[in-house]
């Protein structure tokens, strides 16, 4: 731009006020003025659509540059999803015709449980869930060491930390 001190500027006004004459000189200096901020509008929506236009161009690109990423990653998946089925498929023939060989090769060999070991099994059953689930005795517990109440883990780590009786009765202030 144009280097405008405070010296030239003076030398300008004088200049004017002799060439224009003191009674045209203030209307001249507001019309010049007016015209001045008329430019520096025109300039400065110039230079704003300009850089409208180019982020309209960068976004643009950038629409194109995701929509090719997508394409190219929907692609990736399909192809990705078409290879798992069909590892699927032929790992599920595969188990269906060893089930089916070794079904046939199996018929005879089964074991039938006896009366014992299933008396047996019931008799855990019952006794496990006598114990998970019904109110035992407090004697029963004692007598087989079975948990009378539950220990939160911040109280275990209290009461198995080294020196721990001793940092009880001292009080924190």
Not at 15 to 40: C, D, F, N, S, W
Not at 167 to 173: Q, R
Request: aromatic letters at 6%; glycine letters at 6%; a positive charge.
């Amino acid at each position: 731009m144009i280097d405008l001190g405070l010296s030239k500027i003076a030398i300008i006004g004088v200049v004017a006020l002799i060439v224009i004459g003191p009674e045209k000189l203030p209307k001249v200096a507001r019309m010049a003025g007016t015209l001045y901020g008329r430019a520096q509008r025109y300039l400065h929506d110039v230079k704003s659509e300009v850089s409208r236009e180019i982020e309209l161009d960068e976004l643009r690109n950038l629409h194109k540059e995701v929509q090719e990423k997508a394409q190219s990653f929907k692609s990736e998946v399909e192809s990705a999803t078409s290879d798992f089925e069909s590892s699927v498929t032929s790992h599920v023939d595969e188990v269906e015709a060893l089930w089916d060989g070794r079904a046939s090769h199996d018929a005879g060999n089964t074991i039938a449980p006896t009366v014992a070991d299933i008396d047996r099994k019931a008799r855990d059953f019952r006794r496990k869930k006598l114990v998970r689930t019904s109110s035992v005795p407090a004697w029963y517990k004692n007598r087989h060491g079975t948990k009378r109440h539950v220990m939160s883990g911040a109280a275990r780590v209290r009461k198995f930390r080294p020196g721990s009786a001793s940092k009880s009765n001292s009080s924190f202030f």
